[in-house]
């Protein structure tokens, strides 16, 4: 189930101003990859461009091509919905939708979409997404309390499983422990090294720690200055980039010299 | 937060102070807790006396004295006896309350008076059951004479208010909803999404009289328009749903007002959640964006309804004023809650007795009173339920 990612000379615009240039990538299938960088480099803004999330912006646009599994999904008649469906999103802060209990959450993908389950498949599915996001003991008492009841962690865990609900071939994460305490953020990268077995995950990092610990192939994204353009300076395996960079500024990064 | 707890406590904890005899050189001298009770009492005292030396023992004067000596006093005794800051402390919150009471004066001594006086029409036997059929000049002169109960009540104008609020709100708040929409959710800001936001302003500021003459010309010329191709006959204008269209030029930018605003508070991340699960734009409005501001959005929708409900002018133009009930929207004059109050003072039934009529208004008033009351409780109820729900660790 799980999808490649083909990024060709991606450029990326807010308006006529270009956030993102020139950005080239290949990412496995299966695997973890992490994107790091100092703060404004565009490491978000080209996670949003790989399920075209970046368009929901006013004034967005992208130039280039971006392939899953070699489909183009900026062609011309793709569905932004469609790309969507097979590649889900968890952003930085946890959002459960607060009208909804923790079920009709995790199940979110299928009601707002009009989907008829019945009520056994409905039951499977929230054991199966809330297992895999490592939640289903905490909360398998309390499925109809609200989601927004939950602690920070347990909600950026309810978040994931309702990702993995609609089943995506990849799973895009923005900063998903950023706003979560060590133990929930050791609760989430466990789950991470779990859904690189079935899923790609690509995930937005500022902890470079996080990025050694979770992924296998890390990208380095870096910014010249105020209102120049955010660039891909080095993408290799995690242990290269924080062993044995083959650019200067990926090695001050890495090691805290930067700036 | 243990630290400045314990600082906090200490004046008023003098058993924990090391030595018992020696005084906290950081504590202030505070004032006992029932100065302000005794400044008001002497306040009231002296102006009590002032007024029953110099006038007629005004109440008013006795009031705005006592207000203006427990101002002083207070500020004159805290100064002295606690300092400058605390004086000045107390002096504004004593003008707070000052102001919070002077607004309420209005409304409680509105609310009294128009119970006290409105209470004995209300309980007349069918004032709420019955309509204005067979009251005359005669029934009231009798009413008055003989001592009998006043006849005739308002079911009809109820019936009317009722018929045209509802037909107001089932045109306005689909505009209203879907105008909103458009301007939060769609328009990013374009010149037409400024020309909308524009005009419900002017809207905003339309006086009733002229939405209700918007109304009267806007159902004759519809009405001309379907005589001249022939499908109706009949082209008299003065009819409920006249009344509704002039009402919802009134209520529409309420509803857009309010339901922009609620959509517009409505967390960014909810809907980047639901775009990015790959739910469609509009499902993504109805079912995420639209659950989590509808307390909001019924609220204000129940708060213009209150706000209509008591428009005169514009019903009075458009659907007249009857004394039967009348249930048709579409076909004859209708009366109206403000418009019988207003017929009732303005053209007794008895120009020479016109205590029956006068009391029949003010029992209509407080009946209108205790329906817009309602409504603004209805929206506070609708606030809280449709809340969306927090909790439940």
Redesign the interface.
């Known amino acids: 189930m799980s999808k490649s990612i083909q990024a060709i000379d991606m450029n990326i615009y807010y308006g006529s101003f270009r956030a993102v240039e020139g950005v080239s990538i290949d990412i496995d299938s299966r695997s973890v990859t992490a994107l790091i960088g100092p703060s404004g480099c565009g490491k978000t803004t080209f996670l949003r461009s790989i ?1 075209r ?1 970046h368009e ?1 912006l ?1 004034y967005a646009s992208v130039e280039g091509q971006l392939l899953l599994d070699g489909d183009d999904i900026y062609g011309s008649g793709v569905d932004p ?6 590649i ?2 968890v ?1 930085q ?1 946890p ?1 459960p ?3 909804m209990s923790i079920r009709e959450n995790v199940l ?2 299928y ?4 989907t008829r389950l019945s009520r056994s498949d409905a039951d499977s599915i929230v054991e199966r997404s809330l297992s895999s996001a490592n939640l289903w003991n905490e909360v398998k008492d ?1 499925l109809d ?2 989601g ?4 920070g962690g347990q909600q950026q865990r309810l ?1 994931i499983a ?2 993995i609900a ?1 089943k995506p071939d990849v799973i895009l994460m923005d900063e998903p422990c950023s706003a979560l305490d060590p133990i929930s953020t050791l609760a989430v990268e466990d789950l991470i090294s779990e859904l690189k077995e079935e899923y790609t995950v690509v995930i937005v990092t500022h902890n470079m720690q996080q990025a050694a610990r979770v992924s296998e192939r890390t990208a380095f994204f870096n910014i010249a200055g105020t209102g120049k353009p955010g660039k891909l300076i080095e993408y290799a395996e995690t242990s290269t980039i924080f062993n044995n960079p083959s650019e200067k500024s990926t090695e001050d990064y890495v090691s805290g010299r930067f700036g | 937060m243990t630290s400045s707890t314990r600082t906090a406590e200490r004046p008023s904890n003098p058993s924990q102070e090391p030595q018992g005899s020696r005084r906290n050189k950081l504590a202030q001298r505070p004032l006992p807790p029932w100065t302000w009770v005794v400044v008001l009492v002497a306040s009231a005292v002296v102006a009590a006396a002032l007024a029953a030396l110099f006038t007629d023992f005004h109440l008013g004067f006795v009031f705005v004295t006592t207000l203006v000596l427990f101002l002083v006093t207070s500020y004159v005794v805290t100064r002295s006896r606690a300092g400058r800051r605390k004086a000045n402390d107390e002096l504004c919150r004593n003008l707070v309350y000052t102001a919070f009471i002077l607004a309420l004066i209005p409304l409680v001594s509105l609310l009294w008076s128009v119970t006290s006086v409105g209470m004995r029409g209300l309980t007349e036997p069918g004032f709420l059951t019955s309509d204005m059929m067979g009251v005359s000049g005669t029934t009231d002169a009798e009413s008055v004479q003989e001592g009998t109960s006043v006849q005739g009540g308002i079911v009809h104008a109820l019936v009317g208010s009722l018929m045209i609020t509802l037909a107001a709100a089932a045109i306005s708040v689909p505009i209203g909803l879907l105008t909103s929409i458009y301007l939060v959710e769609y328009s ?2 374009g010149p037409l999404a400024r020309a909308i936001t524009f005009f419900v302003d002017v809207m905003t500021g339309i006086p009733s009289i002229v939405a209700g003459l918007f109304g009267v010309a806007a159902m004759s010329w519809f009405l001309g328009v379907l005589n001249q191709a022939g499908l109706i006959s009949s082209s008299r204008s003065t009819m409920g749903i006249t009344a509704a269209i002039a009402l919802s030029v009134l209520m529409i930018p309420i509803v857009v007002r309010t339901t922009e605003e609620m959509l517009r508070v409505v ?1 960014n ?12 734009k509009w ?2 409005i109805t ?2 964006v639209l ?2 501001a509808i307390s909001g959005i019924a609220s204000g929708v129940t708060l213009a309804l209150a706000r209509v409900f008591g428009e005169t002018a514009p019903i009075l133009v458009t659907a007249g004023f009857v004394v039967n009930v009348n249930w048709n929207l579409f076909q004859g004059w209708m009366t109206a809650l403000p418009v019988y109050i207003y017929r009732q003072f303005q053209n007794p039934i008895n120009p020479s007795l016109s205590e029956p009529s006068y009391q029949r208004a003010w029992a209509a008033a407080l009946v209108l009173i205790f329906v817009v009351m309602m409504l603004n409780l209805i929206a506070r109820i609708i606030a809280k339920v449709f809340a ?6």
């Open positions: 399920n999330m929901v006013p919905v469609t790309v969507r469906t097979m889900g999103m952003f802060k959002n939708f607060p009208t979110a993908g009601k707002l979409n009009g309390r309390k609200p927004s009841g939950l602690s978040c309702r990702t609609v | 990013r800001g967390p991340e909810l809907r980047e959640a639901s775009y990015a699960m790959g739910v469609r499902r993504t079912k995420v659950p989590t969306p729900k927090t909790g439940g660790r």
